[in-house]
């Protein structure tokens, strides 16, 4: 995943696999702007190795759930509001 600079994640996925994006450091950008709910995370290791300018884009109206729920609390940081 070296060419990916952007992800537009479906709301229709319901998880994000362990190991799903790690070591993805060209990725700057996870959209999930579309989710109505927070998908499982079952592992802190699915954006192992995240670039630190990376911005998770994540509904407002969701930011503060998704920022608590399990494993993703990991990723809190790279997370705004949209």
Known sequence: CYS????????GVTSIGSDAFT????IIEYDFSTFTSVPTLP???AFEGINHICKM???SALIDEWK????WATYA???VAV
């Open 77 to 79: 940081d790279y997370m």
């Open 43 to 45: 592992s802190t290791l």
């Open 68 to 71: 608590t729920a399990t494993n």
């Open 23 to 26: 070591q993805c450091y060209s």
């Open 57 to 59: 884009k994540i509904p």
């Open 4 to 11: 990916l600079s952007n992800v537009v994640i479906p709301s």
